[in-house]
Every structure is written in structure tokens, then in C-alpha cells.
């Protein structure tokens, strides 16, 4: 039972903005970016006992978590190098922890415990590419949550605030996705920091609300109207902003000031943001 998991001292919360595949063997700013911070937090906190990672691209009905032993490597992509579909993430799974936390948790909406996936999934690249560059040894067991696409932002949003418990039983919890993302728009042309100007306006009305502290308001995102749907014609890729901005709030809503720092502050081609924070 996750009660019997011994209290640790509140871990951070992530959001990384993954972006391009190619990022998890490229030798750019970005990855570079991921390696110190893994650094970081390997000898700034004490070593998680679990990755809890919600990735854009684990899409299902209700909410599920990764439960074998070894989770496979995803290569859910096409038309990248060979070099992409050579890597490997080796990392264990955690079934006992998987069968813990989801009895532990309830799905929005029906308050049904979580549901185990034994063998299905795995690590997709959301995950793996950039913990493989923050953890390369793959000591650290890794689960991912999956997403139910069905249910509106808010739901996202308050299964993330249930996931603040987890910050004191050792748990690193790790939103991966993109505060802007539009494949249609890509201009492979432009640097990181060029973008379309819908992409910089939605890009600051999350950096001004996570700044502020105003995390709840993310939910409402699409009160931005056309610049949120230019943004994000599907919103895979923003959903695991909310998971790990409820993450810092909690069901009691007492951590909204938690100090956050940015990092990776750009674009690629020009409609990727590949804004990422930490929360302490």
C-alpha cells in the first residue's frame, strides 16, 4: 500500500518540453540542457525511488499505468535515422509500486482506482528521450500514467493534484509534451528562439500564469481561442502541463506559489515551444 511507503523530503516536479525525436541524440542545447539537470537533481535531492512520467503520446480510455517488470522502448515515430530506432532505455518498471499508486489514486469522474497495463505499453519516446539523457544509467524504476483524451482539462488537471502525494514518498513526477505544438506549421528554417507570433502569445500566457502562480488557470486554456487552436490543434501535447501543474498545487491547492524555474525558454521550427520549468 502506498501508506507504507516511508516519507522523503517533497521532490520537484517537472515539465519538459521534448519537441523533435532527434533531440535524444542530438548534441544541442536542449539535451545538453536535460543532462545537467539530471546531474541536478541526482545530488541536489535525495535519489527518487520511482519516475512517474506522463507522456503526450500514451493516449487511452480511462487512466492507465505501466505495470511489467521491464517496459519495452517505444520507437513510435517514422521516417528519423536508424540512430533513433537503435535506442534503448532499459529502465525497470515497478508492478508493486504500479498496483500501489493506482489503488491509491481514483480516475476523475468515476472515482475508479487506476488500471494496470501488464504488457501493452511501455516507455514511448515522450518518456524515454528525455530521461535517457537525464538518467542514463536506467537505474531508476520508471511508470507511465496514460491519458484518457476523452475527458476535458480540468479532469487532467485534478488526477494531477491527486499525484502531489506522491512528492513525499519519493516519487519524481515528470509531465513531457510541448506548451506549443502545431506539426502542421513547422518552418525547419527558423532558430530556437524564431517563432509565429501565436506561438509567443500562447508560449507567454503559460509562462505568465505558471510565474504567477495562477496553475489553475491552464485548464482554461482554450479561452485563448483561435491562438489556442493554432497552439494546439490536438491538445496531446499540453495535457501533461496540467498533470504536472496539479501536481504542484494538490488537492488542497496550498502549493501555487511553489518557485518555479524555466528553462530551455525557445522554439524549434518555429511552432514547437520547448519551454520547460521545475518546481522545487
Not at 166 to 177: D, E
Not at 183 to 212: C, K, M, P, S, T
Request: aromatic residues 10%; contains cysteine.
Amino acid at each position: 500500500m502506498l501508506a507504507d511507503w516511508p516519507e522523503t523530503p517533497p521532490l520537484p516536479v517537472l515539465f519538459v518540453g521534448h519537441g523533435s525525436p532527434m533531440n535524444a541524440v542530438e548534441d544541442n542545447a536542449w539535451r545538453r540542457q536535460w543532462q545537467s539537470l539530471g546531474t541536478e537533481l541526482l545530488d541536489g535531492w535525495e535519489r527518487p525511488r520511482l519516475i512517474l512520467c506522463i507522456s503526450a503520446h500514451w493516449i487511452t480510455q480511462g487512466w492507465h499505468l505501466t505495470a511489467m517488470e521491464r517496459p519495452r522502448t517505444i520507437h513510435d515515430f517514422g521516417g528519423f535515422p536508424q540512430i533513433l530506432f537503435d535506442q534503448q532505455y532499459p529502465a525497470p518498471g515497478a508492478p508493486a509500486m504500479a498496483e500501489a499508486i493506482g489503488t491509491a489514486l481514483s480516475q476523475p469522474g468515476s472515482g475508479e482506482p487506476l488500471g494496470l497495463d501488464t504488457g501493452e505499453w511501455g516507455l514511448d519516446h515522450g518518456a524515454w528521450s528525455v530521461l535517457k539523457p537525464m538518467f542514463p544509467a536506467a537505474d531508476i524504476p520508471v511508470i507511465q500514467l496514460s491519458m484518457d483524451y476523452g475527458q476535458p482539462p480540468e479532469a487532467h488537471f485534478a488526477l494531477g493534484q491527486q499525484l502531489a502525494a506522491l512528492r513525499r514518498k519519493g516519487v519524481l513526477i515528470v509531465g513531457s509534451g510541448n506548451v506549443v505544438h502545431n506539426l502542421r506549421a513547422l518552418n525547419f528554417g527558423a532558430g530556437d528562439h524564431q517563432a509565429y507570433d501565436w506561438a509567443i502569445e500562447f508560449d507567454r500566457f503559460v509562462a505568465d500564469a505558471v510565474a504567477q502562480g495562477r496553475l489553475g488557470d491552464l485548464s482554461g486554456f482554450r479561452q485563448q481561442g483561435r491562438t489556442a487552436q493554432l497552439a494546439h490543434p490536438s491538445w496531446d501535447h499540453y495535457l501533461p502541463l496540467l498533470y504536472a501543474a496539479g501536481a504542484v498545487v494538490g488537492e488542497e491547492g496550498s502549493g501555487s506559489e511553489a518557485p518555479v524555474r524555466f528553462f530551455n525558454e525557445g522554439f524549434q521550427a518555429a511552432s514547437i515551444s520547448m519551454r520547460s520549468m521545475l518546481w522545487r
